[in-house]
T-cell receptor, first 114, second 117 residues
Framework: DAGITQSPRHKVTETGTPVTLRCHQT?????MYWYRQDPGHGLRLIHY???????DKGEVSDGYSVSRSKTEDFLLTLESATSSQTSVYFC?????????????FGPGTRLLVL | AQKITQTQPGMFVQEKEAVTLDCTYDTSDPSYGLFWYKQPSSGEMIFLIY??????QNATEGRYSLNFQKARKSANLVISASQLGDSAMYFCAMRENGGSTLGRLYFGRGTQLTVWP
C-alpha cells in the first residue's frame, strides 16, 4: 500500500464548470504524477511535480492546471470542463529521490462531463 | 511512433496454464526501465514487475516473469500457472531515464486477459 488516496472517487459535472481533483499521499514522496486513462490509449501523463511548487507539463496538459502547495497534496484542476475530459484520472507517486523508481498508483477518479 | 506496442487486445488461457503477453518498445535511450501493471475490473493499477535495461537477468516476481530480449526490444510478461484472479487488463510501460520529463511512463494500450476454468 503506497498510501495514496484520491478524492472524489466519482464525479459528474457539466460542461463549463471548474473541477478539482485531489491526490493525497502519506509518505512525503517528492515525485507525483497525474495521468488520464481512456479506451485505446492506455495511460497518458497530464502533469507532474518534483517538489512543492515545482510542477511541469506532460503529454496532454491542455485544459488542465496543477498545484502543489504541500508535499502530501497534488491538485489537478479542470478550469472549464469539456466532454473530452471525461476520463479516469490516476495519481501516482514515485518513491526515492530521482523520479526514476517504480510508480505506484492511487485508486483513480472517474469523471463524467455532461 | 508508439513507444510501447501491445499487439494482443485480448488473450484467453485455461486455469493452471502459462500465458505470455507481448510487449515491444521503441527507444534510443540506452538507460530505461520496463514495467508491467495489472488492472482488474475494480479499476486500480497494480504494479507487477520491473526490468532495467542494464539488468543481466530476467526479472521474476512469484508467478510473474519478464522475458527481456534487448536486441529485439521486447519485454514479454509470462504468467505461470494462471489463476481465475489473473483475469484483468495488463499494461506494459516504459520509462526513459535520460528523458526530460522525470519519471514519465509511456504505456501501451493493454491486453485483456481472460482465464477460464
Amino acid at each position: 500500500d503506497a498510501g495514496i488516496t484520491q478524492s472524489p472517487r466519482h464525479k459528474v459535472t457539466e460542461t463549463g464548470t471548474p473541477v478539482t481533483l485531489r491526490c493525497h499521499q502519506t509518505e512525503n514522496h517528492r515525485y507525483m504524477y497525474w495521468y488520464r486513462q481512456d479506451p485505446g490509449h492506455g495511460l497518458r501523463l497530464i502533469h507532474y511535480s518534483y517538489g512543492v511548487k515545482d510542477t511541469d507539463k506532460g503529454e496532454v496538459s491542455d485544459g488542465y492546471s496543477v498545484s502543489r502547495s504541500k508535499t502530501e497534496d497534488f491538485l489537478l484542476t479542470l478550469e472549464s470542463a469539456t466532454s473530452s475530459q471525461t476520463s479516469v484520472y490516476f495519481c501516482a507517486i514515485s518513491p526515492g529521490t530521482s523520479g526514476r523508481e517504480t510508480q505506484y498508483f492511487g485508486p483513480g477518479t472517474r469523471l463524467l462531463v455532461l | 511512433a508508439q513507444k510501447i506496442t501491445q499487439t494482443q487486445p485480448g488473450m484467453f488461457v485455461q486455469e493452471k496454464e502459462a500465458v505470455t503477453l507481448d510487449c515491444t518498445y521503441d527507444t534510443s535511450d540506452p538507460s530505461y526501465g520496463l514495467f508491467w501493471y495489472k488492472q482488474p475490473s475494480s479499476g486500480e493499477m497494480i504494479f507487477l514487475i520491473y526490468q532495467g535495461s542494464y539488468d543481466q537477468q530476467n526479472a521474476t516476481e512469484g508467478r510473474y516473469s519478464l522475458n527481456f530480449q534487448k536486441a529485439r526490444k521486447s519485454a514479454n510478461l509470462v504468467i505461470s500457472a494462471s489463476q481465475l484472479g489473473d483475469s484483468a487488463m495488463y499494461f506494459c510501460a516504459m520509462r526513459e531515464n535520460g528523458g526530460s520529463t522525470l519519471g514519465r511512463l509511456y504505456f501501451g494500450r493493454g491486453t485483456q486477459l481472460t482465464v477460464w476454468p
